[in-house]
């Protein structure tokens, strides 16, 4: 289809989506920007959250952490010690946090506490706990990743991620000559 006939609409809490019709199959799609960097998650058959967020201190990150955290992730934070980089670690938490509340299509009007997201020793993100409304925890996947020395982007999809192709700069834009 030509961009021009597209037709977008909006789930309940805000999330864009296709009008069905104006594509040929349902196609969940989300993106999120931060400072000059845009992800966009196409989800084929299977809803998909992504964020971007600048990389931020330790200091900064405490304060998000220890109001929006669940009782869970604040137990495991003392167990996990992150490796390095504390700020680097919570930055990540936080990206996938968000990066899961878009994929259900609930924002910010879903308490960050409700649902957790853990992570093992090896440096791998996963979907710890949600409630009963979203399934299995087991049913989600995350992918906590660098773009590039000051960002890091998150992909949560329903289903688990079969395959994640990524594109950077150029590749993405589109150019027509008259």
């Given at each position: 289809?030509a961009?021009g006939?597209?037709r977008?609409?909006?789930?309940?809490?805000?999330?864009?989506?296709?009008?069905?019709?104006?594509v040929s199959?349902s196609?969940?799609?989300?993106?999120?920007?931060?400072?000059?960097f845009t992800?966009?998650?196409?989800?084929?058959?299977?809803?998909?959250?992504?964020?971007?967020?600048?990389?931020?201190?330790?200091?900064r990150m405490?304060?998000?952490?220890n109001?929006?955290?669940?009782d869970a992730?604040?137990a495991?934070?003392?167990?996990?010690?992150?490796?390095?980089?504390?700020?680097?670690?919570m930055t990540a938490?936080w990206?996938g946090k968000?990066?899961f509340i878009k994929a259900v299509g609930?924002g910010?009007s879903?308490?960050?506490?409700?649902?957790?997201?853990?992570?093992?020793?090896?440096?791998?993100?996963?979907v710890?706990d949600?409630?009963?409304e979203?399934?299995a925890?087991s049913?989600?996947?995350l992918q906590?990743?660098?773009?590039?020395?000051?960002?890091?982007?998150?992909?949560v999809?329903?289903?688990?991620?079969r395959?994640?192709?990524?594109?950077?700069?150029?590749s993405?834009?589109?150019?027509?000559s008259?």
């Amino acid at each position: 289809m030509a961009p021009g006939e597209l037709r977008f609409t909006q789930g309940q809490y805000g999330k864009p989506a296709l009008v069905e019709g104006s594509v040929s199959s349902s196609l969940p799609f989300n993106l999120s920007h931060s400072k000059g960097f845009t992800l966009v998650a196409v989800g084929g058959n299977v809803e998909v959250g992504v964020d971007v967020e600048l990389l931020q201190t330790a200091e900064r990150m405490t304060s998000i952490f220890n109001r929006f955290a669940s009782d869970a992730e604040k137990a495991s934070i003392d167990v996990v010690q992150p490796r390095g980089d504390l700020g680097r670690w919570m930055t990540a938490w936080w990206v996938g946090k968000e990066a899961f509340i878009k994929a259900v299509g609930r924002g910010l009007s879903l308490p960050l506490d409700q649902f957790s997201i853990g992570f093992c020793p090896e440096g791998e993100w996963f979907v710890k706990d949600v409630t009963p409304e979203f399934g299995a925890a087991s049913e989600w996947s995350l992918q906590v990743f660098s773009i590039d020395r000051t960002h890091l982007g998150a992909l949560v999809a329903r289903g688990g991620l079969r395959e994640v192709r990524t594109f950077r700069g150029e590749s993405l834009v589109c150019k027509a000559s008259a």
